[in-house]
């Protein structure tokens, strides 16, 4: 049975709570220890649903293979949760708050491919709500990947084609509105502004369980990379809140979304839900934009042969979408010089692993 940790201090009403904190004052210069940190994330509603902590291991062969910094991997594939990935801490927090509003329907608009859909599905079985999921691009796709696990999941599946998808927040909008007209209280996920922050959230928990786990292991100047997102963006608040001086890469997997809406301009609303004294700025992650090929979900070669590399030297999986992109960075920087060689370089593997299946026939291909 889930239980959902409520804390004293727990304000339900986010929108309350955001007004709230707005009143706080605190100094730039001021910073949180790791226990002040925690108890600022304990005052929101939590429910146990990840595989906490994620490991953190070495990479040796891939170290090895590469020649240069010393590689360790952050393993959000493990977190469970219907294959697992970063966004099982999204959901966390996510969850029991859109239990507590009171909403009796999730809807969602993604991409046919997406891994948001199907963690969001398998959240959303948890708590026992029911969800409607707006796919696009996904009319006479083969049932495969992240697909086939959202149908299996009991996702109430719109498989928009390419002219539908153009309107697919429209469509998703109609089916909110006639679900209101037939009495229930729906929560169509893009209307809010909860889940912009929420992952962010999740990651500043996970900054302080990777500050433990990189204390244990003697780890040095640290240099992380990851996809140029929500997670990364918790890491960076967390490593900035308690003082740590870990450097932060970003790899864009996708030309369609930009930085600024989807994380940047939402730097003060996570300071002001979380109370923290600072928060995080373009100038502390360094963007790599140069991996995306032809778009998101087109799989370049540079990305399959990263894919290939990391499961024969350390037997790490990576998707064909996010990490496989990321990995195929973090593999062109070292062999450019992009990282110091005295640095410890901290790869974040933030799931998608039903993807590599989509690309099936890709990946079969492939020599190397």
Request: net charge negative.
């Amino acid at each position: 049975m889930l239980h959902i940790l409520f804390r004293k201090t727990f304000i339900s009403n986010f929108q309350r709570h955001h007004r709230l904190l707005q009143f706080t004052t605190m100094t730039t210069t001021q910073k949180l220890t790791p226990d002040q940190l925690q108890e600022r994330i304990d005052r929101l509603p939590r429910m146990q649903i990840a595989h906490l902590p994620t490991p953190l291991e070495e990479m040796p062969r891939l170290t090895e293979r590469l020649g240069g910094p010393n590689i360790w991997i952050k393993r959000e594939d493990m977190t469970g949760l219907a294959f697992g990935g970063n966004k099982a801490r999204h959901y966390e927090f996510e969850m029991p708050h859109v239990q507590n509003e009171g909403y009796d329907v999730m809807i969602n608009i993604m991409d046919y491919h997406s891994n948001n859909a199907r963690m969001t599905a398998a959240a959303a079985n948890k708590i026992g709500i029911r969800y409607i999921l707006v796919l696009k691009n996904s009319a006479n796709r083969k049932m495969q990947g992240n697909l086939l696990i959202d149908k299996i999941l009991g996702a109430e599946l719109h498989l928009l084609d390419e002219f539908q998808s153009g309107d697919a927040e429209g469509y998703a909008t109609r089916l909110k509105e006639q679900l209101e007209a037939d009495g229930h209280r729906p929560y169509l996920i893009q209307d809010h502004l909860f889940p912009r922050i929420v992952g962010m959230v999740g990651f500043v928990q996970a900054g302080i369980e990777l500050q433990e786990q990189i204390e244990e292991n003697g780890l040095k100047n640290v240099h992380i990379i990851g996809v140029a997102g929500r997670s990364l963006c918790g890491l960076i608040l967390a490593a900035k809140t308690m003082g740590l001086d870990w450097k932060f890469t970003g790899v864009t997997v996708t030309y369609e979304v930009q930085l600024d809406e989807y994380i940047f301009d939402h730097n003060k609303d996570i300071q002001e839900l979380l109370d923290l004294p600072v928060t995080f700025d373009k100038s502390d992650m360094r963007v790599l934009d140069q991996y995306i090929g032809e778009g998101y979900g087109v799989m370049t070669a540079q990305v399959a042969e990263a894919i290939h590399i990391a499961a024969q030297t350390d037997a790490i999986i990576l998707d064909p979408n996010y990490t496989g992109t990321t990995m195929a960075a973090l593999i062109d920087q070292i062999e450019q010089g992009g990282f110091d060689n005295d640095e410890t370089v901290i790869f974040l593997h933030t799931g998608g692993l039903p993807a590599v299946f989509t690309f099936a026939e890709q990946l079969a291909k492939f020599k190397q």
